[in-house]
């Protein structure tokens, strides 16, 4: 990423970080590696939004493409607003209409936990997998 594309993320930092919700970015940003996108979500469930946000923003600008990734993510995420902050008037031939095909399944089985069994003590595990 050149340096005017990281100092319009500085420069509107404070919108990019009120608005945007990082765990639903992250099926539009290839750029980011699978431990990037963890680290993101860990981020966010130990210490929110805005963290992860930082944690989001500083990942993208460490790669090539995450600018304009960056830029179609926001617009196929319903944050036209910022996405035009960032690029005004759209920048014909770079925004991408369709957004990329997202993997629909699920990461590793969750568990569940059920209440102990009242006869024998033990607690219930249920194991919930990604068939229907």
Not at 23 to 34: A, G, I, N, S
Not at 94 to 113: K, S, T, V, Y
């Amino acid at each position: 990423m050149d340096r005017e594309d990281r100092s319009l993320i500085d420069q509107f930092f404070p919108q990019l970080a009120q608005d945007i919700i990082p765990v639903d970015m992250l099926p539009y940003l290839p750029c980011l590696t699978q431990t990037d996108k963890e680290g993101i979500k860990s981020e966010e469930v130990n210490r929110g939004p805005y963290r992860a946000t930082i944690l989001l923003l500083d990942r993208i600008q460490r790669r090539t493409n995450g600018f304009q990734e960056l830029v179609d993510a926001l617009r196929w995420t319903g944050c036209e607003h910022l996405a035009d902050l960032l690029v005004p008037g759209g920048e014909e031939g770079h925004h991408i209409d369709d957004p990329p095909e997202i993997d629909q399944r699920r990461g590793p089985a969750e568990i569940q936990l059920q209440p102990l069994d009242q006869e024998t003590g033990i607690l219930k595990i249920l194991r919930l997998t990604s068939e229907g």
